[in-house]
């Protein structure tokens, strides 16, 4: 699991066996740790995929308890992937795939 964070914290990384719930509140409380060493918790935003450990109740009632705000990405669709749209990315794409 990793962060990547603004001008003072650039990268925060930890492996783990198993993404769960367990382990994602774990990595949380490992970050905002870090993070609060040089920045207050409420001045940050985390940003999770869809991960379903990333949505339990647990990881949001943390988030709450810290008072940080947190969003989701939105759901993989097509229509928002650029590579989608432009010729360029395709060409790569068939370079790199083939």
Not at 10 to 37: A, G, M, P, S
Not at 70 to 98: E, G, M, R, T, W
């Amino acid at each position: 699991m990793g962060v990547v964070g603004g001008e003072k914290i650039k990268f925060i990384y930890k492996t783990y066996e198993k993404t769960d719930t367990k382990t994602c509140l774990k990595f949380l409380r490992y970050i905002f740790r870090t993070i609060k060493r040089k920045h207050k918790l409420e001045d940050c935003v985390i940003v999770l995929d869809n991960h379903s450990a990333h949505g339990s109740n647990k990881v949001k009632d943390l988030f709450k308890e810290k008072g940080v705000l947190y969003c989701y990405l939105p759901v993989y669709s097509s229509a928002l992937n650029p590579s989608k749209h432009f010729d360029f990315f395709k060409d790569l794409n068939q370079i790199f795939v083939s």
